[in-house]
Nanobody
């Protein structure tokens, strides 16, 4: 069955870095665009970063441009989000999403940025 499993979340101090990974299975990963979303308590889920199926097209929310980098490895069926210069406002549950005709979501991983 389709699975998206995020990992790499945790507690980090402001200015620190984390690398999130999402392992995909059960569908043809290389044909799906992938995205990272996040949802903070009491707020709507928001798009953080997007990468096309081939990896050549990326886009970012203004709030993370220059700090976050999305990448994918179609041979390993994984998508990653490198997060640098983290801020307290980056605190949220981070989700990966696969999009083609249907959307698939992972279960999320908590990122907490706090001193």
């Amino acid at each position: 069955q389709v699975q998206l499993v995020e990992s790499g979340g945790g507690l980090v101090q402001p200015g620190g870095s984390l690398r999130l990974s999402c392992a995909a299975s059960g569908f043809m990963f290389s044909t799906y665009a992938m995205s990272w979303y996040r949802q903070a308590p009491g707020q709507e889920r928001e798009l953080v970063a997007f990468i096309g199926s081939g990896g050549g097209s990326t886009s970012y929310a203004d709030s993370v441009k220059g700090r976050f980098t999305i990448s994918r490895d179609n041979a390993k069926n994984t998508v990653s989000l490198q997060m640098n210069s983290l801020k307290p406002e980056d605190t949220a549950v981070y989700y990966c999403k696969a999009t083609r005709i249907l959307n698939y979501w992972g279960q999320g991983t908590q990122v907490t940025v706090s001193s």
